[in-house]
């Protein structure tokens, strides 16, 4: 015959037994439901691109701005170089 210690022991491992699973099952849905699914890492990955390709656009937009105001920034310096010299020469015609 059994002691009633060892019946109450062994009732203990059962229950522990039985919540185990379940308690398992409820950390692994509850992971399922925190965790970043493939389609989800996916949708980021597009939306990223997109940002990133629109980004670079705008860069070499601005690239292409810098460019053309370092042209004309030149082209007046060296004008203003020449410029009383080009006015004398267009006084003299007059």
Known sequence: MKS??????????EIIKENKTIIKNEVRDELRNELATKED?????????KKIELLNQKIEREIKLVRRDMIIINLVI?????APEIIGKLLIFR
């Open 78 to 82: 060296i004008l203003a170089m020449y």
């Open 41 to 49: 890492i996916l949708l980021v990955e597009e939306r990223l691109g």
């Open 4 to 13: 009633f210690a060892e019946e109450l022991y062994n009732a203990i491992i």
